[in-house]
């Protein structure tokens, strides 16, 4: 994969790039979770810590969650017993959240969740963090 920065920067991506997060927004990443996170998601992190744009992808709108949002969402004893296996780290601003399923193989799948819906509602939308990067910023008619 082309590195996230080029990647988002490209003419026609749409993405509301907001200040990357530093080594130790990174670092508390680490420490909060029982998992290495996939390299293309702390590249995207590094990037933009939050952010926004258009999703080549079902829900077809994508806002990043920062490193503190994620952590908190991680740490939420609701959501670990509602979704031991899933980790949160974005939606589309309505109902749906977008997670990394860590109760499956690597590299890890990517889920939507209506959280209102529950657990039954997971599809997969996307086979890893680095093809649906790939999605990040175009437009569901647009080509990568």
Do not use: T
Not at 106 to 134: N, Q, Y
């Amino acid at each position: 994969m082309r590195p996230v920065a080029e990647l988002l920067s490209e003419p026609g991506r749409e993405w509301r790039k907001v200040d990357g997060a530093s080594l130790s927004h990174i670092v508390e990443l680490n420490s909060a979770l029982p998992f290495e996170p996939p390299v293309e998601y702390i590249e995207l992190l590094r990037y933009s810590n939050g952010g926004e744009g258009e999703l080549a992808l079902e829900p077809l709108w994508f806002q990043l969650f920062d490193v503190a949002f994620a952590i908190q969402l991680w740490r939420d004893e609701n959501y670990r017993k509602e979704y031991p296996d899933l980790f949160f780290f974005s939606s589309n601003g309505g109902l749906e959240s977008i997670a990394f399923d860590m109760g499956c193989r690597k590299p890890s799948p990517i889920v939507m969740v209506d959280c209102i819906a529950g657990l039954d509602s997971a599809c997969r939308v996307s086979r890893s963090i680095e093809k649906f990067i790939e999605r990040v910023g175009l437009r569901d008619d647009q080509d990568v």
